[in-house]
């Protein structure tokens, strides 16, 4: 049976930039407009007043300096606080399916492929734009690919969930040559109201070529020596918003109905979990953590991906061993990962192993070992 390989990625970026000071001024300005207009209940003690953000706070509790988001003008509308999007009509491409196009086309162009030779589309993202039709099939009729394709989303591990499907897709005969897009437009989901949370997410989109060895000709090609995933659930991240909402007759804005976590268990509950999971996963593959040259971990948070290598490695944690874009891209969801990838791996020679690694809501934890060949 012929190896299964990486052989090509691609990046999208959407055209602005939020930094963490545009960010607070706009969140503070929403705060005072908030307490003024709520000044008697707050007075009689019915309402708790809004605190506000700061750009030390956002960067310490998380390492985030900047986002990049799909619109900045209603995000920093103190009135509005979310973006705001042009509705498509049916003939034209969806906002999910083009940012996937655009970073498909450029993996494919690293990879050395044309539509033609795509027998597989997946779309594995944390929130899908429609339920049907599929965004993945949308994006295989715009690149002319051929086969199937399907959405699958597994929240912030959704990308290592879909890269898992393309290689069994691979080695099982299923496809020859799969392609895996990752599009986040979070900032849709995102509370941008809350202090707690306002900060995390920024939009991208990334895609990844999954093929057979002996029919890659890219010039760089990274083995997958395996892949595991595992899930355990979780109320600590959540959203409810979806399909029922109407039929259950509850406020489509709602602050249930974006995204929402406890930070400080998801912090404690999943740095051992992911841990834990990389450990036996490199153990299955007779590697030890000291074998593996890179981590590519889910940027969700610099602290967390910190801990997580050091109790594997026990060693100094540097961006040498886990490279962070997370102050650049901020929170990306299950793109985060594959940004770390694409970006920071040019410089591992053949032979050299490393690990991506996704954690998020469910819990859900996916990792795949990579060796350059």
């Known amino acids: 049976m012929s190896a299964v390989v990486i052989s090509g990625t691609g990046l ?3 055209p602005h930039t939020i930094t963490n000071a545009e960010l607070v001024e706009s969140f ?3 705060v005072d407009l908030f307490n003024a207009e709520h000044a008697a209940q707050i007075e009689a003690g019915a309402v708790q007043p809004l605190v506000h953000s700061s750009a030390e706070f956002i960067e310490k509790a998380s390492g985030i300096k900047q986002r990049y988001v799909m619109d ?9 606080m979310h973006p705001r999007l042009k509705e498509r009509s049916d003939d034209q491409l969806s906002m999910l399916a083009e940012i996937g196009v655009e970073a498909a086309r450029k993996a494919m162009a690293a990879a050395g492929k044309t539509g033609d030779d795509i ?13 049907y039709p599929a965004i993945a099939i949308e994006i295989q009729n715009a690149i002319g690919a051929r086969g199937y394709g399907y959405d699958m989303n597994v929240a912030c591990s959704a990308a290592t969930f879909g890269l898992e499907q393309a290689v069994n897709a691979v080695r099982t005969g299923s496809a020859r040559c799969v392609l895996v897009v990752n599009p986040e437009i979070t900032s849709g989901h995102q509370e941008w109201k809350d202090r707690d949370c306002h900060f995390i997410f920024g939009d991208v989109a990334t895609a990844t070529v999954v093929e057979r060895a002996d029919t890659a000709t890219s010039t760089e090609q990274w083995e997958v020596l395996g892949s595991k995933l595992a899930t355990q659930f979780s109320n600590n991240i959540r959203n409810n918003f979806g399909y029922l909402n109407r039929s259950e007759d509850s406020d489509p804005n709602a602050r249930d109905k974006t995204f929402r976590q406890e930070g400080r268990k998801v912090f404690k509950e999943v740095v051992p979990i992911a841990a834990a ?5 490199l153990s299955d593959v007779s590697l030890a953590p000291a074998d593996v040259r890179r981590f590519w971990l889910h940027q969700a948070n ?10 594997l490695t026990g060693g100094e944690v540097t961006a040498e061993v886990a490279p962070l874009i ?10 985060g990962s594959i940004i770390a990838f694409h970006k920071f791996r040019a410089d591992l020679a053949s032979g050299d192993v490393g690990v991506i690694c996704s954690f998020g809501a469910g819990y859900s934890v996916g990792s795949v070992v990579l060796r350059k060949r």
């Open 12 to 14: 999208y970026q959407p």
């Open 28 to 30: 503070n300005a929403y």
């Open 72 to 80: 900045k003008e209603g995000i920093l509308d103190p009135t509005r």
């Open 119 to 131: 027998d597989a589309v997946i779309c594995s993202c944390s929130n899908l734009q429609r339920a």
């Open 277 to 281: 999971h990389i450990e036996s996963q």
């Open 302 to 311: 610099l602290s967390m991906n910190q801990l997580i290598v050091k109790k």
């Open 326 to 335: 997370l102050d650049e891209f901020a929170n990306t969801s299950s793109a």
